[in-house]
Protein backbone atom coordinates (compact mmCIF):
# COMPACT_ATOMS: atom_id res chain seq x y z
CA UNK A 1 0.00 0.00 0.00
CA UNK A 2 1.84 3.04 -1.19
CA UNK A 3 -1.10 5.66 0.56
CA UNK A 4 -1.49 6.63 4.44
CA UNK A 5 -4.63 8.69 5.85
CA UNK A 6 -4.45 12.69 6.42
CA UNK A 7 -6.60 14.63 8.84
CA UNK A 8 -5.79 18.56 8.98
CA UNK A 9 -7.98 20.33 12.65
CA UNK A 10 -7.87 23.70 13.07
CA UNK A 11 -9.76 24.89 15.69
CA UNK A 12 -13.07 25.60 13.90
CA UNK A 13 -13.02 22.57 11.08
CA UNK A 14 -11.31 19.24 10.44
CA UNK A 15 -10.57 18.29 7.14
CA UNK A 16 -10.45 14.25 6.15
CA UNK A 17 -8.04 14.00 3.10
CA UNK A 18 -8.80 10.79 2.93
CA UNK A 19 -5.84 8.30 1.72
CA UNK A 20 -2.57 10.33 0.13
CA UNK A 21 0.25 9.16 -1.42
CA UNK A 22 2.60 12.49 -0.05
CA UNK A 23 2.41 15.29 1.99
CA UNK A 24 5.01 17.89 2.32
CA UNK A 25 4.54 20.72 4.92
CA UNK A 26 6.59 24.04 5.62
CA UNK A 27 8.54 22.81 9.75
CA UNK A 28 9.79 24.92 11.86
CA UNK A 29 13.05 23.59 10.90
CA UNK A 30 12.26 23.11 7.07
CA UNK A 31 10.40 21.68 4.55
CA UNK A 32 9.45 17.73 5.50
CA UNK A 33 7.79 15.17 3.45
CA UNK A 34 5.84 12.24 4.14
CA UNK A 35 5.18 9.10 2.75
CA UNK A 36 3.89 5.32 2.92
CA UNK A 37 5.19 3.61 5.80
CA UNK A 38 7.27 6.95 7.37
CA UNK A 39 8.22 6.55 10.75
CA UNK A 40 6.41 7.62 13.95
CA UNK A 41 7.52 11.62 14.40
CA UNK A 42 6.08 14.60 15.39
CA UNK A 43 7.08 18.14 13.46
CA UNK A 44 6.07 22.12 14.49
CA UNK A 45 4.68 22.90 11.45
CA UNK A 46 5.23 27.02 10.52
CA UNK A 47 3.41 29.37 8.42
CA UNK A 48 3.69 27.95 4.93
CA UNK A 49 2.14 25.84 1.77
CA UNK A 50 1.17 22.57 2.55
CA UNK A 51 1.30 19.99 -0.65
CA UNK A 52 -0.96 17.15 -1.00
CA UNK A 53 -0.63 14.44 -3.45
CA UNK A 54 -3.71 12.15 -3.64
CA UNK A 55 -4.60 9.95 -6.92
CA UNK A 56 -1.97 11.59 -8.73
CA UNK A 57 -3.42 15.33 -8.16
CA UNK A 58 -1.41 18.04 -6.47
CA UNK A 59 -3.15 19.85 -3.57
CA UNK A 60 -2.16 23.28 -2.36
CA UNK A 61 -3.04 24.48 1.27
CA UNK A 62 -2.11 27.74 2.92
CA UNK A 63 -1.47 27.05 6.38
CA UNK A 64 -0.43 28.49 10.15
CA UNK A 65 1.66 27.26 12.92
CA UNK A 66 1.02 23.87 14.22
CA UNK A 67 2.35 20.69 14.62
CA UNK A 68 2.40 16.97 12.79
CA UNK A 69 2.05 13.89 14.07
CA UNK A 70 2.72 10.66 12.03
CA UNK A 71 1.48 7.46 13.30
CA UNK A 72 1.42 4.44 11.55
CA UNK A 73 -0.25 4.94 8.17
CA UNK A 74 -1.65 7.54 9.81
CA UNK A 75 -0.21 11.60 9.20
CA UNK A 76 -2.97 14.65 11.19
CA UNK A 77 -1.64 18.23 11.20
CA UNK A 78 -3.00 20.26 14.09
CA UNK A 79 -2.45 23.69 12.87
CA UNK A 80 -3.75 27.28 13.55
CA UNK A 81 -5.64 27.85 9.90
CA UNK A 82 -5.81 25.79 6.84
CA UNK A 83 -7.11 27.53 3.47
CA UNK A 84 -7.05 25.70 -0.03
CA UNK A 85 -5.21 27.43 -2.51
CA UNK A 86 -8.29 27.44 -4.80
CA UNK A 87 -10.15 28.97 -2.01
CA UNK A 88 -7.96 31.66 -1.56
CA UNK A 89 -9.84 35.40 -2.07
CA UNK A 90 -6.56 37.17 -3.52
CA UNK A 91 -7.70 40.31 -3.24
CA UNK A 92 -8.83 39.99 0.52
CA UNK A 93 -4.59 38.71 0.39
CA UNK A 94 -3.40 41.62 -0.92
CA UNK A 95 -5.59 44.29 1.38
CA UNK A 96 -4.03 41.76 4.73
CA UNK A 97 -0.50 42.47 2.64
CA UNK A 98 -0.64 45.85 2.48
CA UNK A 99 -2.18 46.61 6.15
CA UNK A 100 0.69 44.69 7.72
CA UNK A 101 3.09 46.53 5.72
CA UNK A 102 1.60 49.98 6.48
CA UNK A 103 1.83 48.74 10.01
CA UNK A 104 5.33 47.73 10.08
CA UNK A 105 6.43 51.21 8.83
CA UNK A 106 4.31 53.00 11.16
CA UNK A 107 5.94 54.74 13.73
CA UNK A 108 2.72 54.72 16.03
CA UNK A 109 3.41 53.79 19.85
CA UNK A 110 1.79 50.42 20.69
CA UNK A 111 2.33 48.92 18.03
CA UNK A 112 2.78 44.99 18.47
CA UNK A 113 5.39 44.38 15.97
CA UNK A 114 5.17 40.47 16.27
CA UNK A 115 1.75 40.28 15.55
CA UNK A 116 2.30 42.36 12.49
CA UNK A 117 4.87 40.71 10.93
CA UNK A 118 2.89 37.21 11.51
CA UNK A 119 0.27 39.06 9.43
CA UNK A 120 2.38 39.90 6.84
CA UNK A 121 4.14 36.23 6.77
CA UNK A 122 0.50 34.88 6.63
CA UNK A 123 -0.36 37.31 3.81
CA UNK A 124 2.54 36.71 1.56
CA UNK A 125 1.68 33.04 1.94
CA UNK A 126 -2.06 33.23 1.23
CA UNK A 127 -0.50 35.12 -2.27
CA UNK A 128 2.13 32.76 -3.10
CA UNK A 129 -0.20 29.54 -2.35
CA UNK A 130 -3.11 31.32 -4.41
CA UNK A 131 -1.00 31.50 -7.39
CA UNK A 132 -0.76 27.36 -7.38
CA UNK A 133 -4.22 27.22 -8.97
CA UNK A 134 -4.56 26.13 -12.61
CA UNK A 135 -6.23 28.55 -14.36
Known amino acids: MNTFHLDIVTPTKALDLGDVNYLRAPGVDGLFGVMSGHRDSVF ?37 SIEPADKIDVSRAESALKRAKERLASDEVGIDRQRAETALARAINRLEMGKRVPG
Open 44 to 80: AIDIGGVKVVRDGKELFFATGRGYAEVTGQKAQLLVE
